[in-house]
């Protein structure tokens, strides 16, 4: 029987081990919360596609012509119909920021803010996928879902995101 030696297994575990953490988490297991989150992200990006094309032009999100910066009619119909929050970010150098949201900061709405370049949707947004879990926005838990923003290209130029409140 092959038997291997106790400092290759030791170097095999600790090389397994980097690979793991170094691995982005994309995903945590489903809450009851997440098939209204889902829901809430087909429906955003159904009407945001009802609008046209996305493009961004100096840090100003549009959907066909329709600029959606400090425009809340979107996030907030969703909110109406869902019950929760939703927010478009807008690409800015390396990272994200709030263009249209209904995502509240001090009693004002959170435009301006940005997504936390070190969290888990960062990782999969980077990457190009969507992530789906819970989240910490502005101090409070969220079942959340971010979806990337992209242009016919396939250039990631925002995010859609939605959540529900844990609290």
Same mark, same amino acid.
């Given at each position: 029987m092959f038997e291997l030696s106790l400092k290759f297994q030791k170097a095999a575990m600790l090389?397994?081990?980097?690979?793991?953490?170094?691995l982005p988490l994309t995903a945590q297991a489903d809450t009851p919360l997440t098939p209204k989150v889902k829901e809430a992200m $087909?429906?955003?990006? !159904?009407? /945001? $596609?009802?609008?046209?094309?996305?493009?961004?032009?100096?840090?100003?999100l549009f959907f066909g012509t329709t600029k959606i910066n400090g425009d809340f009619t979107l996030v907030d119909a969703l909110k109406?119909?869902?019950?929760g929050t939703a927010t478009f970010f807008v690409k800015k150098g390396d990272g994200f920021v709030r263009v249209s949201t209904n995502?509240?900061? /001090?009693?004002?709405?959170?435009? +301006?803010?940005?997504?936390?370049? /070190? +969290?888990? $949707?960062? $990782? !999969?947004?980077?990457?190009g996928k969507a992530y789906y879990g819970i989240v910490d926005i502005?101090?409070?838990?969220?079942?959340?879902?971010?979806?990337?923003?992209?242009? /016919?290209?396939?250039?990631?130029?925002?995010?859609?995101?939605?959540?529900?409140?844990?609290?």
């Open positions: 090389l397994l081990t980097c690979i793991v953490a170094s $087909a429906a955003m990006k !159904a009407d /945001a $596609a009802k609008l046209g094309e996305p493009k961004a032009d100096g840090g100003v109406t119909k869902f019950g995502v509240m900061n /001090a009693g004002n709405r959170a435009v +301006g803010t940005s997504l936390d370049p /070190a +969290g888990p $949707a960062m $990782a !999969a947004i980077k990457q502005l101090g409070k838990l969220y079942d959340t879902g971010y979806e990337p923003i992209k242009t /016919a290209k396939g250039d990631i130029i925002g995010i859609y995101y939605v959540g529900q409140s844990m609290e």
